[in-house]
T-cell receptor
Framework: GEDVEQSLFLSVREGDSSVINCTYT??????LYWYKQEPGAGLQLLTY?????DMKQDQRLTVLLNKKDKHLSLRIADTQTGDSAIYFC???????????FGAGTRLFVKA | DAGITQSPRHKVTETGTPVTLRCHQT?????MYWYRQDPGHGLRLIHY???????DKGEVSDGYSVSRSKTEDFLLTLESATSSQTSVYFC?????????FGSGTQLSVL
């Protein structure tokens, strides 16, 4: 079945770049997403990429998609303490009811 | 925040009691969803709705029922709560391929 996997923890120093990785299994994914969750809050859509794209850049965020390896990454440039959160990778194979989430990567940013 | 309100924000209940969580949206979205979030599992879909009185099961629907009598309200009911249903519950709506979430309900079943 469909599965999305990501590492559980990442620790970086403030000002460094963070790279959060994700692998997925369903090659028919249409969209791939990164959501951010801050303590006590719901998930917030950070960015997303259509499956026919290789890269998407949005200010400090860069998403890379390798369809051959089914690998998605999120790079955060100049990481700040406010970036500390849980980041969820997700794939959609057709509508919100077919969105599969990874377990989340907790990003710690050290000052 | 896509106009999504969940209530209550926190609830503690006892095993065997019924519990209803409410999700209210103000922007007339057709699709609404209930997810639960547990450590190590990410978010898992419980039930979803694609219109008034139109609902379907998700990945982890056992022990849960839903109702949608109005576009703006989607209710999640635990008929007889169990300790395994202790979790954080999120309501969401979709706009195209994107999901937007409420702030969640922390439910503890003792």
């Amino acid at each position: 079945g469909e599965d999305v996997e990501q590492s559980l923890f990442l620790s970086v120093r403030e000002g460094d770049s963070s790279v959060i990785n994700c692998t997925y299994t369903d090659s028919s994914s249409t969209y791939l997403y990164w959501y951010k969750q801050e303590p006590g809050a719901g998930l917030q859509l950070l960015t997303y990429i259509f499956s026919n794209m290789d890269m998407k850049q949005d200010q400090r965020l860069t998403v890379l998609l390798n369809k051959k390896d089914k690998h998605l990454s999120l790079r955060i440039a100049d990481t700040q303490t406010g970036d500390s959160a849980i980041y969820f990778c997700a794939e959609s194979i057709g509508g919100g009811f077919k969105t599969i989430f990874g377990a989340g990567t907790r990003l710690f940013v050290k000052a | 925040d896509a106009g999504i309100t969940q209530s209550p924000r926190h609830k503690v209940t006892e095993t065997g009691t019924p519990v209803t969580l409410r999700c209210h949206q103000t922007e007339n979205h057709r699709y609404m969803y209930w997810y639960r979030q547990d450590p190590g599992h990410g978010l898992r879909l419980i039930h979803y709705s694609y219109g008034v009185k139109d609902t379907d099961k998700g990945e982890v629907s056992d022990g849960y029922s839903v109702s949608r009598s109005k576009t703006e309200d989607f209710l999640l009911t635990l008929e007889s709560a169990t300790s395994s249903q202790t979790s954080v519950y999120f309501c969401a709506i979709s706009e195209g391929e994107k999901l937007f979430f409420g702030s969640g309900t922390q439910l503890s079943v003792l």
